[in-house]
């Protein structure tokens, strides 16, 4: 984790900053978790969250995009801000059940939420953003370490308390909100985008799909295309995903992208290994826009690039302009 420090005159000085910097490191390393947040799916016990002494870090100039890890479980939804994201990822959790990521870059919404914990694949796929900030609610004390030594800016209600909120109508831990306006002072724009998606016309060919179903062995997503709202409307369990004021989640792009999804390193408190996705390599995937699904060979060749999309004959295959939903599931 980046600690900010003023310039101090004298090497004396340094030296003493420099050991009061490594001192508070080590400290924060074992932070407790946001009151009432678990790691896994809600029924496990609270985690040590990633550490923090309050004090926020001015912006990079680089002005990195904002991350933000979302529940999904039914107690969940409806979620709050996921409409506003520009690219929002489909991740399988233990259990069976999924969370959300969602990256924010063209507008910041009042609140997003309801914020939950972050996960070891994470680190890999946040590595195609430019030092992103990742708010998230807190992670296993073990996977502290790995989200310090990841080039980002980690955000949880510890770190910077006045930046969320918990919304006493919802039970904990599926209550925690955070405002983007205070980890970020604007969005940064379309260029902090760097996830290798070319936007463009549609490619030619594919087939006509009315709609796609994505399961997972406890969650289910189904995206049918309305071709009056020119957007794929969201189901979720079988039943249709609004935002909290009521209106359809529907992005323009749905990707549903096949990786290699293995066990890691870690578990939830009842001992259900928690997915890593690998999203470095390549592999399947199917691009759905404009009421048409094209299959297509997904390339990421490093963590820190982006995904590009091709079609058999080398061709890049584009999405279309608005949001992006990217679903992964497990190679066959």
Sequence with gaps: MVRGTRRRYGATAAALVAAVVSVSLAAGCTAGPAPGDGHGDGRGRQRAESPGTGDVPPA???????????DNVPAARPQTGLDAADVVYVEPVEGGLSRLMAVYATRLPERVGPVRSA???????????????LAFSGAQSRLVPLIDAAPLRAETPG?????????????????????????????????ALTTGFRRGEAPAGGRDQASRTVRYPAASFTFTWSAAAGRWLVGMDG?????????????????VQY???????FHDSLGSPT????????????????????DVTWQRGSAAQGTAFTAADGTPVNVADGQVWVVFARTP
């Design 60 to 70: 990079s100039p680089a002005a990195p995009v904002l991350a933000v890890k979302i």
């Design 119 to 133: 996960r070891e694949s994470d680190l890999e796929l946040l590595r195609q953003f430019d030092r992103p900030t």
């Design 159 to 191: 770190r910077t308390p006045g930046a969320y909120v918990r919304d006493g109508g919802r039970p904990v831990p599926h209550n925690l909100y955070v405002h983007p306006g205070r980890l970020l002072p604007s969005a940064p724009g379309p260029s």
């Design 239 to 255: 039943r249709p995903a609004v935002t909290a004021e009521g209106r359809r989640l529907a992005p323009a792009t749905v990707v």
């Design 259 to 265: 990786v290699r999804m293995r066990e890691s390193g």
């Design 275 to 294: 997915p890593y996705v690998e999203s470095v390599g390549s592999g399947r995937a199917e691009v759905l826009r404009d009421g048409r699904a094209h």
